[in-house]
């Protein structure tokens, strides 16, 4: 089970830091990431990191203003958002892929498990 939290209102240029708990099983093996889906939207890709930590990955809509990062100890992952912007204002979601490698990060059939969101706005 996943569990997202962190979101919250926030003022255009501000900063949140999501965080995406596990329970019930171990994440140090999985690749991790970050969706999200504003209204009217499909939902989209934001990041992924695998469980070699060193290897991460951005949309470019997110690129350079955020940084996803995991402590296996914690089996927990984070996104640290800063220069908010209101087109960022959606539901985040994390999920996990339970395969021994993921073939396709950026997408989301690869993607077993999933948390139940937590919303952020961005105000302007």
């Known amino acids: 089970q996943l569990q997202a939290s962190g979101g919250g209102l926030v003022q255009a240029g501000g900063s949140l830091r999501l965080s995406c708990a596990a329970s019930?099983?171990?994440?140090?093996?999985?690749?991790m990431a970050w969706f999200r889906q504003a209204p009217g939207k499909e939902r989209e890709f934001v990041a992924a990191?695998?469980?070699?930590?060193?290897?991460?990955y951005y949309a470019d809509s997110v690129n350079g203003r955020a940084t996803i990062s995991r402590d296996n100890a914690k089996n927990t992952m984070y996104l640290q958002m800063n220069s908010l912007k209101p087109e960022d204002t959606a539901v985040y979601y994390c999920?996990?892929?339970?395969?021994?490698?993921?073939?396709?990060?950026?997408?989301?059939?690869?993607?077993?498990?999933w948390g139940q969101g937590t919303q952020v706005t961005v105000s302007s």
């Open positions: 990191i695998r469980w070699i930590a060193t290897r991460t």
């Open positions: 019930g099983r171990s994440l140090s093996s999985y690749t």
């Open positions: 999920g996990a892929d339970g395969a021994a490698y993921s073939s396709n990060v950026y997408a989301e059939y690869e993607y077993d498990y």
